[in-house]
């Protein structure tokens, strides 16, 4: 059964990401730490389908608050054009001395290089995470023939095929079952959850959401919430009182 390789598949990633990638994932997790320890937010970028990874940092249970996810307005239509990018962050509030996210399977398109050269401008530390294997098969969309990869502060390996799918089907001449999303979300969570420990550890309680639909859900998330409205004010609201997905 596909649906049963499928899934077996995607627990062998998970292995592989926390084999490989666990160093890159507790320096991401510092790094980010020591940022909110200095009164920061971080960021995350996604264009198109890679926003599913903006997203999932962003309002959850389980979730950090000070998160800001870098909204497209084009949802990865203009990811070929270069100086998007710039168009875009100019919307939002970043500041020297924090951490952007960008995640991109292919790393090889002008947006999210652009997004990384533009943050690092601004004095922002940019961690990527693409797979190594795609954007090593691919060329440039770029016109520095820059990968996206090569501009990062730190790599974070999603360790999928080239193609992303990776379920070969009878009669079909590509693959089903994209992995990406799947990679990229446990990455994003396993530092989440590492910078709480790490706040925690310094005796500072982690700025975490937990699930509205729980008793006193609402009461615990507005209360963190009202820390930071001012600064992600473009992303709550003056009166934001979103419901905590789970």
């Not at 059964?1 to 507790?26: F, G, P």
């Not at 919307?91 to 020297?96: E, L, P």
């Not at 600064?231 to 709550?236: A, D, N, Q, S, V």
Request: proline share 4%.
């Amino acid at each position: 059964m596909l649906a049963n390789d499928y899934l077996n598949n995607a627990q062998r990633l998970l292995e592989k990401i926390q084999e490989t990638q666990l160093d890159a994932i507790l320096e991401a997790a510092s790094w980010i730490t020591d940022s909110l320890l200095e009164g920061g937010v971080f960021h995350v970028f996604g264009s198109g389908h890679s926003h599913i990874i903006a997203n999932e940092a962003h309002g959850r249970a389980g979730g950090l608050v000070p998160v800001q996810p870098i909204k497209d307005p084009m949802e990865g239509k203009a990811e070929r054009l270069e100086g998007h990018a710039a168009v875009v962050l100019n919307q939002w509030d970043v500041r020297a001395g924090e951490i952007m996210i960008i995640s991109s399977n292919s790393g090889i398109n002008p947006a999210p290089i652009e997004m990384a050269l533009e943050a690092q401008e601004r004095g922002l530390k940019v961690i990527v995470v693409t797979s190594m294997a795609h954007t090593q098969s691919a060329s440039s969309r770029h016109s520095s023939g820059n990968k996206l990869y090569q501009v990062a502060d730190l790599v974070i390996d999603n360790c999928g095929i080239v193609g992303d799918a990776a379920i070969e089907v009878p009669g079909f001449p590509g693959r089903a079952g994209a992995t990406s999303s799947i990679a990229g979300v446990a990455i994003v969570n396993a530092i989440v959850v590492q910078v709480a420990e790490n706040l925690s550890s310094q005796s500072v309680t982690p700025p975490i959401l937990i699930s509205a639909n729980i008793t006193g859900g609402d009461e615990h998330n507005e209360q963190v919430r009202a820390q930071y409205r001012e600064r992600l004010k473009k992303t709550m609201g003056p009166s934001y009182r979103k419901p905590v997905s789970t």
